[in-house]
Each structure stands twice: as C-alpha cells, then as structure tokens.
C-alpha cells in the first residue's frame, strides 16, 4: 500500500513538473522572434547581384565571341568538306580535314577554359554577394531585435509573416 502511494506522488510530481516546464517554454515561445530569408532568392535578384552578372557578362564577351567565331569557322569548313569534299585533290581535302580537326580540337579547349575561368569568377562573386547579404541580415536582425534567422533552403513549412527575404533585397539596393 506504501508503494502505491509513492507511486502516486512520483507520478504527480513528474505531472506538475512538466507542466510547469511546458508553461515555461510556452511563455518563452511567444517572446521569440524568429525569421527566414531565401539566400538563393537574394543572389539572384539582388542589386548587387544584377551588377555582378552584368560585370562578369562584360568580361567574358570578348571570350564568347571570339569562341562563336571559332565555331563558325568550323562550320564554314565543315561544310566545304561536305560539298566539294568528293571532287577536290586529296591533299587538299587532307589538309581541309586536318585544319578542321585542329580548329574543333583549339576550339573545345578554348571552350573548357572560359567555362572554368567563368565559374572561378562567378564563384568569387558569389562569395562576396554572400558577405555582403549576411551583413545586411545582421543589420536587420540586430535592428528588429530577431532572436534567430534561418536560411529558407532547409525547411519544411514557413510562413510569409517571418521572411524577411524582401527586407534583405531592399536594404542591399542601397549597396
């Protein structure tokens, strides 16, 4: 019969106990300001970002069109082959098929070369997008007093009363 009472009590206690941590938490819950901003959202339509692509774009044009030459060039002798390919000398249509061969050859290094060159750029200018927004989040943060700001990429559900993605966009217009 002890027993059974001091069961009783222990099961009480561990019943008020949560309670009471429960109503703590839940107290706590509702003086926490949390919010989300969509990075990938932010690198993409941000100022700063649309002045980085235009920049990287400008500095690989002359790239680019020096590699849509190339493969014009390519083409042209292509279809030179094609066409007169049966009816010309075969030293000649050799050293046709030879020129054709070294021009796609310098023609897919030069191609790897700028994709490697433009990624390292774009990677580089992500990477100071990046700074430069966790910054700007950190402002808005410190600013509207948010306990806690989450990256949207990693969740399940959020609602559009915490993002404050938009808020991010704004103030990086200023920069």
Do not use: H
Request: net charge positive.
């Amino acid at each position: 019969m002890q027993e059974n009472v001091l069961w009783r009590r222990s099961i009480t206690t561990v019943c008020v106990l949560f309670a009471f941590a429960w109503g703590t938490v839940g107290a706590l819950a509702d003086e926490i300001k949390i919010g989300v901003v969509d990075t990938e959202r932010i690198l993409a339509e941000s100022a700063p970002a649309v002045r980085a692509l235009k920049k990287i774009e400008k500095e690989f044009l002359p790239r680019d069109q020096e590699l849509k030459k190339m493969a014009s060039q390519a083409k042209a002798l292509q279809d030179v082959l094609e066409k007169d390919g049966k009816t010309m000398a075969e030293a000649d249509r050799r050293n046709k098929e030879r020129d054709l061969a070294t021009l796609n050859r310098e023609y897919q290094r030069a191609q790897r070369q700028m994709r490697e060159d433009l990624s390292l750029r774009q990677n580089d200018e992500v990477a100071a997008l990046q700074l430069i927004a966790t910054k700007a989040i950190q402002v808005i943060a410190e600013t509207e007093k948010y306990d806690l700001v989450l990256p949207l990429r990693d969740l399940v559900y959020r609602s559009q009363r915490i993002d404050i993605t938009e808020k991010v966009i704004k103030a990086l217009a200023d920069k």
